[in-house]
């Protein structure tokens, strides 16, 4: 078994800035890349960022310069800083082991960005 637990949404105005983080526990052999993902009411899930368990970094096009994805190994935790947030980023962000244990996901955290 495997928990993922995402945390830090919370309302904030269009511009403003959230910081949510994924710490993820449970029979975790290792971990080779972590996930940010979104989900939007009526819209499908997506691909927010990821980040190696070397640091390598990718992003959706919709956050690049905005969105700051951050790891701590040795707690096996990750963060997504996000600035300049706008109205189209409200969505329940889901962290996710895309390569090691893609089938388990945490409840996600709702970030709802005000105009």
């Known amino acids: 078994q495997v928990q993922l637990v995402e945390s830090g949404g919370g309302l904030v105005q269009a511009g403003g800035s959230l910081r949510l983080s994924c710490v993820a526990s449970g029979n975790i052999f290792k971990i080779n890349a972590m996930g940010w993902y979104r989900q939007a009411p009526g819209k499908q899930r997506e691909l927010v960022a990821t980040?190696?368990?070397?640091?390598?970094?990718n992003y959706a096009d919709s956050v690049k310069g905005r969105f700051t994805v951050s790891k701590d190994n040795a707690k096996n935790t990750m963060y997504l800083q996000m600035n300049s947030l706008k109205p189209e980023d409200t969505a329940v962000y889901l962290c996710?082991?895309?390569?090691?244990?893609?089938?388990?996901w945490g409840q996600g955290t709702q970030v709802t960005v005000s105009s």
């Open positions: 980040i190696t368990s070397r640091g390598a970094t």
């Open positions: 996710n082991l895309p390569f090691d244990y893609p089938n388990y």
